[in-house]
């Protein structure tokens, strides 16, 4: 095959148009049972425990593109990043899910306000909503970039047509279109990277055995890297890292937590969570598997990488010159089903945020059909937001989306998490104290990230911890010093 660009085609751009017309659908069969804020926030609860488990199992676009890219110019030393999810499942079970399970609203951060004031709260709920809008922007340019290098359309009217379908079946399904359109994407995705792996193994010569033995022969299927060195993805850096990394997500975001409230009790909730790690360490493999089968072929056909922009683009590359027309329309389907069921998630969950934690905390009282409005058209408002910053990400130049969603997420929130785990494993922590914590983990992060060559893997220990450690300790300084009796005036 040529080795230059391939036209999309009329197939292709079928094939992809139905997937979106279907998602849309999805959107507006739910948007009928969304009668009040329980039903748009909560679905009511009457999510099953295996759709839910399934819709949260960590596939977006930044994984369905990003690890294909890292084991395709390096190896499957990141194998172990989803791991730590298995370890994460029994706290998060016997321990999270009662404490969240006794909040009164649809908001995680009205925890924060029972055990530390409001400040708190709205602390939480602010860091939740910028790490959001940071995150649907990159989740949002990921799949452009890809739509963008497989069409002759450019990549800020991809950005735009993806916010787009997103926001319009976010803003009327709810939770429950929500969810129900992540499961049905989800399953949709990790077919699209089954056919890929298949295709890419049936096109090389030789097979299977090929590919395993030039993998080998090239160190790909190395998962362990024995180091002392804190800036490489040695085997400690990426297990102890990845714990905390995934610990943020499982503790203190509002759009995890938040579908922890839409299954029937705690029983099913925990049974989603099980589903999900199975899931997540089964996606990690599939994608790495994907990278490394495209590495071999290009050995094979080297003459065929003429024209690759970067690493991140690897797979839209391969599928722009390589698929059949229409398997190529099915694969980007399911990168678009990716980077949807993250911004789908992500805009239910800043409505639910500002329309809980800030309007109805802050405003004055009004009736549920106000508030359903208003949740609507926040949500609309948050996809162009959304939107915006992803066409400012579409000229900015980012050596690696993976890495640099990793210092977003050590940056924003590991602060709020070290608030969370401040307020459920301790009694002493206080107010004042705790929000010193999470401003000198947020200073304290920056300069690790840009004063010294610490690994991405560890911005988020480095958060929690320094969160955790002032927030106790300047807790315990302020309780002594209001504990120190007053000095007697002399006579």
């Known amino acids: 095959m040529s080795p230059a660009s391939v036209a999309f085609g009329g197939l292709n751009y079928l094939t992809l148009g139905a997937y979106l017309l279907g998602t849309l659908w999805l959107g507006l069969w739910f948007a009928r049972r969304n009668r009040s804020t329980?039903?748009?926030?909560?679905?009511?609860?009457?999510?099953?425990?295996?759709?839910?488990?399934?819709?949260?199992?960590?596939?977006?676009?930044?994984?369905?593109?990003?690890?294909p890219a890292k084991a395709y110019a390096e190896n499957w030393t990141i194998f172990w990043v989803n791991a730590p999810i298995v370890l994460l499942?029994?706290?998060?079970?016997?321990?999270?899910?009662?404490?969240?399970?006794?909040?009164?609203s649809a908001s995680a951060y009205e925890f924060l306000?029972?055990?530390?004031?409001?400040?708190?709260?709205?602390?939480?709920?602010?860091?939740?909503?910028f790490l959001q809008l940071g995150r649907m922007a990159l989740v949002i340019y990921l799949p452009?970039?890809?739509?963008?290098?497989?069409?002759?359309l450019n990549v800020i009217v991809c950005i735009v047509l993806i916010g787009a379908v997103s926001a319009i079946y976010s803003v009327v399904g709810g939770i429950e279109g929500v969810v129900w359109t992540d499961f049905a994407q989800t399953v949709f995705l990790i077919g699209a990277a089954l056919l890929s792996f298949a295709l890419i193994v049936w096109r090389l010569d030789g097979g299977f055995g090929t590919l395993v033995q030039v993998a080998s022969a090239h160190d790909k299927f190395r998962s362990i890297r024995w180091s002392g060195d804190y800036t490489t993805t040695a085997i400690w850096v990426v297990l102890v890292g990845s714990l905390f990394t995934q610990l943020v997500p499982y503790i203190s975001d509002?759009?995890?937590?938040?579908?922890?409230?839409?299954?029937?009790?705690?029983?099913?909730?925990?049974?989603a969570l099980w589903t999900n790690a199975g899931i997540a360490l089964l996606n990690t493999c599939l994608l790495l598997g994907v990278g490394t089968a495209m590495f071999v072929y290009y050995r094979q056909y080297p003459a065929h990488l003429a024209g690759l922009p970067k690493a991140d683009a690897i797979l839209p590359f391969f599928i722009a010159r390589e698929l059949p027309p229409g398997v190529a329309g099915l694969v980007v389907a399911g990168i678009f089903a990716a980077a949807q069921s993250a911004i789908s998630t992500s805009l239910n969950a800043t409505s639910t945020v500002i329309v809980t934690d800030f309007l109805q905390r802050l405003g004055p009282p009004r009736d549920d059909a106000h508030w359903l409005r208003s949740a609507k058209a926040i949500t609309a408002i948050a996809g162009v937001v959304a939107v915006a910053l992803a066409c400012l990400l579409a000229v900015t130049p980012i050596e690696?989306?993976?890495?640099?969603?990793?210092?977003?997420?050590?940056?924003?929130?590991?602060?709020?998490?070290?608030?969370?785990?401040?307020?459920?494993?301790?009694?002493?922590?206080?107010?004042?104290?705790?929000?010193?914590?999470?401003?000198?983990?947020?200073?304290?992060?920056?300069?690790?990230?840009?004063?010294?060559?610490v690994h991405v893997y560890l911005y988020a220990l480095t958060g929690i911890t320094v969160c955790v450690v002032v927030g106790y300790a300047a807790s315990r300084l302020l309780d002594a010093v209001r504990s120190r009796p007053a000095a007697v005036p002399p006579v």
Not at 113 to 129: D, N, S, V
Not at 144 to 152: I, K, N, Y
Not at 422 to 439: D, E, K, N, P, Q
């Open 400 to 453: 690696s989306a993976f890495d640099f969603f990793q210092r977003l997420v050590g940056l924003t929130s590991s602060g709020l998490a070290g608030l969370f785990i401040l307020g459920i494993f301790t009694r002493r922590a206080r107010t004042a104290g705790v929000l010193t914590g999470a401003v000198a983990s947020a200073f304290v992060l920056y300069l690790v990230q840009t004063q010294t060559k």
């Open 38 to 67: 329980n039903d748009y926030f909560s679905a009511g609860r009457r999510i099953p425990w295996w759709v839910m488990g399934i819709s949260i199992s960590n596939v977006s676009s930044i994984s369905y593109m990003s690890i």
């Open 144 to 152: 452009a970039l890809a739509l963008a290098a497989v069409t002759d």
């Open 254 to 271: 509002q759009s995890l937590i938040q579908r922890y409230q839409t299954t029937t009790d705690v029983p099913a909730a925990g049974r």
């Open 113 to 129: 306000e029972t055990r530390f004031g409001l400040a708190a709260r709205l602390y939480g709920a602010t860091a939740f909503i």
């Open 89 to 104: 499942a029994p706290l998060v079970i016997l321990v999270l899910l009662p404490v969240f399970a006794r909040l009164r």
